[in-house]
Structure formats: structure tokens, C-alpha cells
């Protein structure tokens, strides 16, 4: 079996466990539930890594490969 395998930086990490918390609080304030995307983008000009929780974070440039 293959896996994907995606390199953050800490500021990266940092900010999609923001964004998650986040998203948990709003679910939890709306006595909602929602899922969490994890998009990678790729295309000629490069790579970037989404992350769609109650809202969009494009954590910018990523390295990433498949093992």
C-alpha cells in the first residue's frame, strides 16, 4: 500500500491546529458538526496544502510525496 506523505513547516502546523480548534469552538457554539478537508493543490507552479474547517486556510507551499 502507497502513502502520501506531506512536509509542514511548524509555523504550517501551527496554524492548522488553530484553524481546527477553531472549528471545533464554532461547531461547538452552533451545537453543529462538520467534518475537516485536506486539499492538496498541485499544478506547474507548485504545491500548496488547504485545510477547509468553517472556513478555508491555505497554508501556502508544501513538499510532498508518495512512498
Known amino acids: 500500500m502507497k502513502k ?3 512536509e509542514l513547516s ?11 480548534k477553531r472549528g471545533v469552538e464554532i461547531n461547538a457554539e452552533s ?6 478537508s485536506i486539499k492538496l493543490c498541485c499544478c506547474e507552479l507548485g504545491d500548496w496544502l488547504e485545510i477547509e474547517m468553517n472556513g478555508v486556510l491555505n497554508l501556502g507551499d ?5 512512498e
Not at 451545537?31 to 475537516?36: A, I, R, Y
Not at 508544501?62 to 508518495?66: E, F, L, S, Y
Request: charged share 30%.
Open 10 to 20: 511548524d509555523e504550517q502546523y501551527e496554524k492548522m491546529k488553530v484553524h481546527k
Open 4 to 6: 502520501i506523505s506531506i
Open 31 to 36: 451545537d453543529s458538526l462538520s467534518g475537516c
Open 62 to 66: 508544501v513538499n510532498w510525496k508518495i
